[in-house]
C-alpha cells in the first residue's frame, strides 16, 4: 500500500482553496485515524519529535539546558528558557513547576554533558511527552539547532487511535506543504506495529475548513 503523490497535490489544493475569504491565516492540518492497535499496551503508545523539511509557521518555544560557555552564548539568541546545571535540578524538584515547563514549551535541547543529568531530572516529564531533548555538541553551531527547532513537532498517541498534526499554513508553498506532509506520513508509518496497515484513513483540514480524505492506494 501507498499514498499517491498527486493524491496529496490535489487535497492540499483544495484545502487551500476553501482556507479563501477569511481574514486570518488557517492552519493546515494531517489527521490519521489508526486501526487495529492496541493502545493499551505502552509500546503502542507513539512519542516522539518529528523535524519537519520546512518550518511549518508555527510559533515555536524553545527550552535549552547549558552551563559554562553555551550557557553564555545562548543569551545572545531568542531562546524563551535557559536553565543551568543548578536551575534544572531546582526546577525537577517542584513537580508542578516542571510539568508546566513540560507542558508549554514545544522544542527543548540540552548541552550533551548535561544528557544524563536531565535524562534522571526531567525523564519523567519529557519522556512521555515525546519531548526528550535533542543533545547540542560543542561543535554545534548553536544558530542552527535553533532554526532546525522551529521545524520540530511532538507527535503523540495516548488512548485514542488518532494522531493529529499542523503541517504548515495556507500561505505557504504548496510544495512545502506537501513534502512535510510525506514526512510526517512516513514517521508514523515507521512508528507502528504493523506499518501502513495500522492506518484506516487520513485526512488533510484547514482550520476552519472541512476535511479532505487522502487517498490509499491498496
Not at 29 to 55: F, S
Not at 177 to 199: H, R, S, Y
Request: aromatic content about 6%; glycine content about 6%; hydrophobic content about 40%.
Amino acid at each position: 500500500m501507498s499514498f499517491e503523490f498527486k493524491d496529496i497535490v490535489e487535497v492540499v489544493d483544495k484545502v487551500k482553496k476553501n482556507c479563501e475569504g477569511r481574514n486570518f491565516t488557517q492552519s493546515i492540518e494531517l489527521i490519521v485515524n489508526l486501526k487495529d492497535i492496541d493502545l493499551r499496551k505502552p509500546e503502542n503508545r507513539i512519542a516522539g519529535t518529528l523535524e519537519l523539511p520546512h518550518p511549518p509557521n508555527k510559533p515555536v518555544k524553545v527550552c535549552l539546558f547549558a552551563t559554562g560557555e553555551l550557557y553564555m552564548k545562548a543569551r545572545d539568541f531568542k531562546i524563551d528558557l535557559i536553565l543551568d546545571r543548578d536551575e534544572l535540578v531546582k526546577l525537577a524538584g517542584d513537580k508542578r513547576q516542571a510539568k508546566k515547563i513540560a507542558k508549554n514549551y514545544d522544542v527543548f535541547l540540552s548541552e550533551a554533558s548535561l544528557m544524563p543529568l536531565v535524562g534522571r531530572t526531567w525523564g519523567v516529564y519529557l519522556g512521555p511527552r515525546g519531548k526528550m531533548p535533542t543533545p547540542i555538541p560543542p561543535t554545534l553551531d548553536l544558530a542552527n539547532a535553533i532554526e532546525r527547532s522551529k521545524r520540530m513537532i511532538n507527535i503523540r498517541v495516548r488512548n485514542q487511535p488518532l494522531i493529529q498534526l499542523r503541517v504548515g499554513t495556507q500561505d505557504m508553498d504548496d510544495k512545502q506543504v506537501v513534502e512535510n506532509i510525506q514526512a510526517a506520513l512516513n514517521w508514523i508509518i515507521g512508528k507502528l506495529p504493523k506499518g501502513l496497515t495500522n492506518i484506516q484513513s487520513v485526512y488533510l483540514k484547514g482550520t476552519m475548513t472541512p476535511s479532505f480524505k487522502l487517498t490509499i492506494k491498496r
